[in-house]
């Protein structure tokens, strides 16, 4: 297997985007991606997108978003995994490039998420349709069962629990493409509206519109087009039961753990190693669980570390320096891609106000359902 | 939401609650060719008696339009006494009478129905048994 | 031996009380609770209808069978607020409860008397010895118009009778039935509620075919009122079951078990016969049991069953009707809740 760098980077801004429609927002990143390259023509395009049918009633994306950004001819797919789909997109490039088949690859992903009415629906087919969506169940309500067994098994308060989203809305504040680039406060938490109890509205990260899109090459041929490249270090993936209710412990999401040792193992570190994480915190108790399983903190221990600070600047590991899903925004197939770029800025120097200082290995966690599939990437700075 | 064609075919799970025993001592609800833990493909039939223990639950605030008109409603994860779980709705209970390891009925009820004029969907919910 | 060999009844454990709906729209709650004799009613859960009505009535009436249900030959539901104007309840029941699918299954109708018309069908086919067992159900989850005085009374519920040869709870002995062309009470097709005469449902109506039907049966049987233990009438009100069966010959006290109209409501096609179901609960061997329901449209059909002495052994095995009825589990709905748990409302469309 070849090397593989991420040689540029382009994204749209994550929010309502009202004036712009699916290709729209594609092409947008894409060509930004590109130009912040050097690129002009690619060998290969993969999209993320959980839902575009239901979203944007627009199948067959990968032929789309060639057309619309001047590469009719290349081989172009779609990739999903539900929310994971923007880092499984990553790790399809990964391999192409990887394996030799191809040496300049687009990624992107993307989600029109502000055109439908119903999208606690579109989100709930990411779960079991037949056996849990069809009771009733939403994606917070699955969540926040996650949050109601872990809180009951560890003591984790409400409080502390409230102290993920705060940190997360507290580094957004430096993030430009960011949805929500203000700092929310406890009371802001508890007082916002009830979602899927214990879970509240900030609990939650929102609904957005956005795209993102890194361009790969070959690691020994990074230098032809740029010097503000990364190399992807470590790639692993894995599966989960699809149903919340077949996760044996329900306070552990075992397919981020697989993941996570598979990138670990490629990648030949440790959790020690690792100067920042960029994880899937969907819901605020997400993070908690991941930063558990990717091996930042002990089981059941998270909860009470990250409201103590240890993950933000000065702590343990930064978590999540871009604002996460939640500040951020979480565009669900764009996010596995925005995921990577935050990486990129973060081992290019690039990343103004929210740089982690001497950031040399980054990760990134994207997570499909309820843990049904995870994606992590160990990135380096060259 | 389910066309007539998709509910028809789940029906023995969800009016009967047949379901299959594996080797590994894993039950499923749904049909499965394969035991997810021992990868065996033998299993025994068996028809859960419908009572269980919740392991930990929601109350839904925010539902998709399905479910809109049911707000506030509790979903529970539910282990069977056969050691099979579910996803379901509670129905007929106080919301303080909701815990983890409250024990629970399952009975038949409306889940929802496809609009004015499409089909009624039934199925499991889950009582707690005060 | 024919008979019963299984019952069950099922109550909703919502209610609303005659007085939220008198206050709603300005009439006097007690002239409701003492005219009508309607302290509260009951209500289906948001998530109840017909179907699952029968459904848990008829696991009830299993209970006490104690038989494979794929042995029961026919099934019918009789109700007038089945979920589907075209597409049978009975199928969604049978498959829930493991019966066929070599059974015959058919829904009916005809207003409150539906129940005991599949009682009646079901009971046919086991004296005949076409087959071993049968089953027939009245439910309904009913509907009286915002302001009529029907909203008082129509309620939901219902109860499930397994006839048989063997094992028999409390065996038939006589049954009769009265009908004629009369339009007291109707619900025209796509329309929500239903509408009715008014005064003209009563003695036209209501007095003349119970009495019609109960002196036959009377006569037929050559008993008197004052051989049964028990009496019960279909119950539109509380007021005129304790007419109608004052007029027959019958006492209070004969009356008083299967008179559960005050808390319940009307549940239609559930109402006599989960009255019978109140009354097979307490009942002791020997025990004679009067019956006569009452369909507007209109019909009475009557039976005379004699309780057995397996009735001892059954009684304890599924909920009794009258805990379901006074549960503390209770719900009690304001009036803007109630329009909203019976659609009574336009909602959008999702």
Redesign the interface.
């Known amino acids: 297997m070849r090397d593989v760098a991420i040689i540029g980077v382009g994204m749209t801004k994550f929010g309502e985007l009202w004036e712009q429609n699916i290709r729209d927002m594609f092409a947008e990143a894409a060509l930004k991606a590109m130009e912040n390259a050097n690129v002009e023509k690619i060998d290969a395009l993969y999209v993320g997108a959980m839902s575009s049918g239901l979203y944007a009633f627009q199948e067959h994306l990968g032929s789309l978003m060639a057309d619309y950004i001047g590469q009719v001819g290349v081989p172009a797919v779609r990739i999903e995994s539900a929310c994971s789909s923007g880092g499984q997109a990553v790790r399809m490039g990964f391999l192409d490039v990887a394996s030799g088949m191809h040496d300049i690859v687009l990624v992107g992903g993307v989600e029109k998420m502000w055109d439908v009415e119903d999208g606690t629906f579109v989100l709930a087919t990411a779960s079991d349709q037949e056996y849990e969506a069809y009771n009733g169940v939403t994606f917070p309500g699955l969540y926040a069962m996650i949050a109601r067994a872990y809180m009951e098994k560890y003591g984790l308060t409400r409080e502390e629990l409230a102290q993920v989203p705060i940190k997360n809305h507290k580094h957004a504040v430096n993030n430009p493409n960011a949805q929500y680039p203000f700092e929310i406060d406890l009371k802001t938490v508890l007082n916002s509206s009830m979602v899927a109890d214990p879970l509240r509205l900030m609990d939650c990260s929102p609904i957005t519109d956005g795209a993102a899109c890194i361009i790969l090459c070959p690691l020994d041929r990074a230098k032809e087009f740029t010097d503000k490249y990364v190399k992807i270090r470590g790639v692993g993936a894995a599966s989960g039961p699809i149903a919340l209710h077949d996760h044996k412990d329900l306070t552990r999401l075992e397919a981020v753990f697989l993941a996570g040792q598979r990138a670990y193992n490629m990648a030949g570190v440790t959790p020690n190693d690792i100067n920042f994480v960029e994880v899937h915190d969907c819901f605020s108790i997400a993070e908690i669980v991941v930063a558990e399983e990717l091996g930042f903190f002990e089981y059941g221990k998270g909860g009470k570390a990250i409201a103590e600070g240890q993950g933000t600047y000065g702590g343990k590991i930064v978590i999540n320096p871009s604002g996460g899903l939640k500040a951020k925004g979480h565009p669900v197939g764009a996010t596995g891609v925005a995921q990577i770029i935050e990486a990129y800025y973060q081992l290019t120097n690039q990343a103004g106000k929210r740089q982690v200082q001497n950031a040399r290995i980054g990760m990134t966690q994207n997570m499909g359902g309820s843990g049904g599939s995870c994606v992590v990437h160990i990135l380096e700075g060259m | 939401?389910?066309n007539s064609q998709?509910y028809t075919r789940?029906?023995p799970h969800r009016?009967?609650l047949e379901a299959q025993k594996f080797p590994s001592g894993f039950v499923s609800?749904?049909r499965r060719l394969v035991d997810?833990i021992s990868g065996k493909k033998e299993f025994e039939k068996i028809?859960l008696a419908g009572f269980g223990t919740i392991?930990?639950?929601?109350?839904?605030?925010?539902?998709?339009?399905?479910?809109?008109?049911?707000t506030?409603?509790a979903?529970?994860?539910?282990e069977t006494d056969e050691g099979a779980?579910?996803?379901?709705?509670i129905?007929?209970t106080k919301f303080e009478d909701i815990k983890?390891g409250a024990k629970v009925e399952l009975?038949?009820?409306?889940?929802?129905e496809e609009?004015?004029s499409g089909i009624?969907?039934?199925?499991y919910?889950a009582k707690v048994i005060? | 031996m024919v008979g019963i060999v299984g019952y069950g009844a099922y109550v909703p454990i919502y209610r609303i009380k005659s007085s939220t709906i008198a206050n709603q729209w300005g009439n006097d709650p007690s002239s409701i609770e003492r005219g009508l004799m309607l302290i509260e009613k009951t209500v289906p859960g948001l998530d109840e209808d017909t179907i699952t009505i029968s459904i848990a009535a008829a696991k009830n009436a299993l209970k006490r069978a104690r038989i494979d249900p794929k042995k029961i030959g026919a099934v019918y539901i009789g109700s007038e607020s089945h979920p589907y104007a075209v597409k049978p309840s009975g199928t969604v029941l049978i498959d829930a409860l493991g019966i066929g699918p070599d059974v015959h299954v058919a829904d009916f109708e005809f207003a409150c008397k539906a129940g005991t018309e599949a009682m009646y069908v079901a009971y046919s086919h086991v004296k005949s010895g076409e087959m071993d067992y049968a089953m027939g159900i009245g439910a309904d989850t009913s509907q009286g118009a915002p302001g009529d005085a029907l909203e008082f009374s129509a309620s939901a519920g219902g109860s499930a009778f397994i006839f048989g040869k063997e094992n028999v709870v409390a065996e038939v002995l006589y049954t009769h039935s009265y009908t004629s062309d009369t339009p007291d009470f109707w619900r025209r097709e796509y329309q929500m509620y239903p509408r009715h005469g008014g005064r003209f449902t009563g003695e036209p109506a209501y007095f003349k075919h119970i009495l019609g039907c109960g002196r036959a049966l009377l006569e037929k049987s050559g008993m008197k009122p004052e051989d049964f233990q028990y009496a019960v009438f279909h119950m539109p009100n509380g007021r005129f079951p304790l007419k109608v069966g004052k007029d027959l010959g019958f006492k209070q006290e004969q009356m008083t078990e299967g008179w559960i109209v005050n808390f319940m409501g009307n549940t239609y096609s559930g109402s006599s016969i989960t009255g019978l179901t109140a009354i097979l609960d307490v009942a002791k061997p020997g025990d004679k049991i009067f019956l006569v329901s009452f369909g507007s449209g209109a019909g009475s059909d009557g039976f005379i069953f004699q309780v057995t002495d397996k009735i001892t052994e059954v009684q304890d095995l599924a909920p009794k009707t009258r805990d379901m009825l006074n549960t503390p589990q209770k719900v009690y709905l304001d009036y803007g809740k109630y329009v909203a748990y019976r659609k009574k409302i336009h909602f959008n469309e999702y």
């Open positions: 939401m389910a998709r789940e029906i009016y009967r609800l749904p997810p028809k392991l930990t639950y929601t109350i839904i605030h925010v539902a998709s339009d399905h479910f809109k008109f049911q506030p409603f979903v529970a994860i539910i779980r579910l996803t379901a709705m129905t007929d983890i009975v038949f009820r409306k889940i929802m609009g004015a009624i969907n039934y199925g919910k005060v």
